[in-house]
């Protein structure tokens, strides 16, 4: 199950990269903008910071097919390690999707708000289909169960596609989305960082330490230390 970073943003990055199990990168235009820097060395910057190795998502701008296969083309060219070009499931990006894998190239189906949408985008050629699960919920529909259904169809139908849960507003869905069975989720850096941040683990954290204080002594302060 992959844990993804959804942020463009250096030191969150290299934050999480450092203390989080963290297998890739997820961008999209906006998250782009809101660094205010020249996008394509901003990109080679997150991929010299997490490695060639894990998987960097770069979303195509044009609108046609034609021009998102180009786009995708250059990313490719322009970036090295692992690049999944993330594509609309608008029809033209359909199309883009498979012309891109004969071409070889890898290509993620975000913009996902139903489970045909996502059906279309794995028979096309889509490695993955982001499910924009909070953006679901505020629309009132469901987002868990789209996941839950996609997951079904997939697995009903054979089709090798990954699903990477996307657009998530509380942990809470990410759990739920974790347990629908999808292969990964990519959420923004305070998302990741909220997984762990539980009162309770602190207070009992500090309450083993305190025992340990009271008895070996104020500079029994690791196990090397304590005498
Ligand atoms: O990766 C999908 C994404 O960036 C959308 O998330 O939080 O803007 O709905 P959000």
Redesign the pocket.
Known sequence: MQLVI?SANIEKIKYLQEYFPIDGV?T?P??IVKEKKPFLPLLQEIRDIIGNEKELFVQTVGSQAEEMVKEAQFINKELSGNIIVKIPVTTEGIKAIKLLKEQGIRTLA?TVYTPMSAYVAAKAGAEYV?P?V??IDNLTGNGIQVVKDIVTIFKQHELSCKLLG????NVQQIQQVCLAGAEGI?A?PELIEAMLTIPSVDANVQQFKDDWLALYGKGAINLMETK
């Open positions: 959804d997820t999209n906006t998250i975000t982001a924009y909070n953006r996307a657009s998530f507003g990519t923004a």
